[in-house]
Antibody
Framework: EVRLVESGGGQVQPGGSLRLSCAAS????????MNWVRQAPGKGLEWVSY????????YYAESVRGRFTISRDNAKNSLYLQMNSLRDEDTAIYYC????????????WGQGTLVTVSS | QSALTQPASLSGSPGQWITISCSGT?????????VSWYQQHPGKAPKLMIY???NRPSGVSSRFSGSKSGNTASLTISGLQAEDEADYYC??????????FGTGTKVTVL
């Protein structure tokens, strides 16, 4: 069974940093591209970042470029999101999502971890 | 990259069909056959319902179908059932290699 489990969320002050993790199991993690997607309270989904299976290609949404860094450790079956210079508007549930192999879509999602940016 | 445009809400009676539209531009929906749709129940993670415009993952009911015409994609739910009441989001690949979601549609089963 494919399983994605996010962790690392919590409350942080504006300007602070946080590192999210996503532990993958039940599939060959090194063979899949991964994403981070977030959802502000009561709002819609927002794509945040993408990383190729080999880490060779990375993309960011304009709203987080220069502040967030996506990375992965295939040996540890883990995906990460380093978030710096956090703003109030970064408050959201952060999901890790797996790319559908060979097709376009996010076929597996974690349960999400809540990040709250507040003073 | 602006969010794709969806109607905020739609409703239908059990057994009816509804169509959710997702409007973009030639830089996203219109430029690629890379549209997917997601269902999200309250407090739950999104679930993939349609990929590559019109393909259903294994386990998704055939009552769900997807299509695209020009810069607009659509998700049709036929034979509406109570469990279909949820939020639905479209998503597309974009010219800048990013991904973009729609604004979301709340479907209510009357």
């Amino acid at each position: 069974e494919v399983r994605l489990v996010e962790s690392g969320g919590g409350q942080v002050q504006p300007g602070g940093s946080l590192r999210l993790s996503c532990a993958a199991s039940g599939f060959e993690f090194s063979g899949y591209s991964m994403n981070w997607v977030r959802q502000a309270p009561g709002k819609g989904l927002e794509w945040v970042s993408y990383i190729r299976s080999s880490s060779s290609i990375i993309y960011y949404a304009e709203s987080v470029r220069g502040r967030f860094t996506i990375s992965r450790d295939n040996a540890k079956n883990s995906l990460y999101l380093q978030m710096n210079s956090l703003r109030d508007e970064d408050t959201a549930i952060y999901y890790c999502a797996r790319d559908l192999d060979g097709y376009w879509g996010f076929d597996s999602w974690g349960q999400g971890t809540l990040v709250t940016v507040s003073s | 990259q602006s969010a794709l445009t969806q109607p905020a809400s739609l409703s239908g009676s059990p057994g009816q069909w509804i169509t959710i539209s997702c409007s973009g531009t030639s830089s996203d929906i219109g430029g690629y056959n890379y549209v997917s749709w997601y269902q999200q129940h309250p407090g739950k993670a999104p679930k993939l319902m349609i990929y590559d415009v019109s393909n259903r993952p294994s386990g998704v009911s055939s009552r769900f179908s997807g299509s695209k015409s020009g810069n607009t994609a659509s998700l049709t739910i036929s034979g509406l059932q109570a469990e279909d009441e949820a939020d639905y989001y479209c998503s597309s690949f974009t010219r800048s290699n990013t991904r973009v979601f729609g604004t979301g549609t709340k479907v209510t089963v009357l």
